[in-house]
Nanobody
Framework: VQLQASGGGLVQPGGSLRLSCAAS????????AYWYRQAPGEQCELVAV???????NYADSVKGRFTIPRDNAKNTVYLQMDSLKPEDTAVYYC???????????????WGQGTQVTVSS
């Protein structure tokens, strides 16, 4: 199983970016998917979660600006980031709690980080 994160980059304040996290392998279902971020010198912060049923939760710092859509057919979760602020600058990581194969073996898997820089 592999998670491939992409979509980071440099954006001006007020701009938008969409991160992608695509899971590959013998995946039966995505139970939960998360986006975390870590800024230099800061603790890792949980940014957004999407549950298998589609319900979502967001950190207060991103509510109303970020969403976490999902494409089940592609085993992909996104982080749509709008109205970006300099304080959103961080390395963003995805994590998925997956059910694998016919035996539905469950476990957590991480993608590699992708850098988001918000600066003028």
């Amino acid at each position: 199983v592999q998670l491939q994160a992409s979509g980071g980059g440099l954006v001006q304040p007020g701009g938008s970016l969409r991160l992608s996290c695509a899971a590959s392998g013998n995946i039966f279902s995505i139970d939960l998917a998360y986006w975390y971020r870590q800024a230099p010198g800061e603790q890792c912060e949980l940014v957004a979660v999407i549950h298998s049923g589609g319900s979502t939760n967001y950190a207060d710092s991103v509510k109303g600006r970020f969403t976490i859509p999902r494409d089940n057919a592609k085993n992909t979760v996104y982080l749509q980031m709008d109205s970006l602020k300099p304080e959103d600058t961080a390395v963003y990581y995805c994590k998925m709690h997956l059910a694998l194969g016919m035996k539905l073996t469950r476990g957590d898997y991480w993608g590699q980080g992708t850098q988001v820089t918000v600066s003028s």
